[in-house]
């Protein structure tokens, strides 16, 4: 674009414990951007999610109140810093709440100042982030690093080894940025299960990308081809119903405005 969970309710993930944003609205008038061009088949991890995964980032949250069979929930487990030669972790400080049966996506936030994009840093991090598969109810880990041009190998060989210290039962995705999902598509072989293209803080291309999809265009990345990420700040429209949306609230998760992005998709 930091669990300790209990089985009724994630609380805190604080320090003690752990090493340890897109969408809203637009379902109005959804309907699919693909015209001639079929999705890939997700895998049995995927099938496992439910239709909308609500991020829940760095803040007090309480989602205690949502259906669990309709609606997950991705919250930000750490924030991951490569600084010079360090990988400096960060874990979950806020309260996260939420009801015992709900799909648990744990999400690290990866940043960087300078890397030396050492050997050593890629298996630091890469053991940081395949840990979050030890939290209690994590079925899929996702990662969420605006890799640079030249910090792609790094990040693949990342990816690759968080795969392979994964068990096979958990998922792993990726967020990816809409240029990657089109014209700029590096990650078609990356072993994941999916990468949710942001369609929202775009960059300066983001309008040609958004008329694209409004002129039923799709992503050229299969891996791409899962889901959306959207803001419920930045209403997006002509999304295919079939996908499955990730959800970014710029402001606090209420009731209300859940059961607003629930209502606008029927």
Not at 101 to 125: F, W, Y
Not at 185 to 200: G, K, N, T
Request: some cysteine; charged content about 25%; hydrophobic content about 45%.
């Amino acid at each position: 674009m930091g669990l300790a969970l209990s089985r009724k309710t994630i609380v805190t993930l604080v320090g003690l414990t752990a090493l340890s944003a897109s969408l809203a609205l637009a379902f109005t008038n959804a309907r699919s951007v693909i015209r001639g061009r079929n999705s890939p088949p997700a895998s049995s991890r995927l099938s496992e999610l439910p239709p909308i995964i609500l991020w829940a980032w760095e803040r007090p949250t309480d989602l205690r109140f949502i259906n669990p069979k309709v609606t997950g929930v991705a919250f930000l487990a750490r924030t991951i810093r490569l600084d010079s030669g360090d990988v400096v972790i960060r874990p979950r400080l806020q309260t996260l709440n939420l009801p015992g049966a709900v799909r648990v996506i744990a999400v690290a936030r990866v940043e960087t100042n300078k890397p030396e994009l050492s050997v050593q840093q890629r298996e630091k991090l890469a053991e940081a982030l395949a840990d979050m598969a030890r939290l209690p109810n994590v079925s899929h880990i996702q990662i969420d690093f605006d890799a640079t041009q030249s910090e792609r190998k790094f990040y693949r060989n990342v990816i690759v080894e968080v795969r392979r210290r994964l068990p096979d039962t958990v998922g792993l995705s990726i967020t990816a940025l809409a240029s990657w999902c089109t014209y700029d598509d590096w990650i078609s072989d990356l072993p994941i299960d999916e990468a949710v293209p942001m369609l929202f803080r775009m960059a300066a291309d983001g309008k040609q990308i958004a008329n694209r999809l409004d002129a039923g265009e799709d992503f050229i990345a299969p891996l791409c081809r899962h889901s959306y990420g959207i803001s419920t700040d930045e209403p997006r429209a002509n999304l295919s119903a079939a996908r499955r949306i990730y959800v970014f609230n710029p402001n606090p998760w209420t009731e209300s405005s859940v059961r607003a992005i629930l209502e606008s998709g029927q």
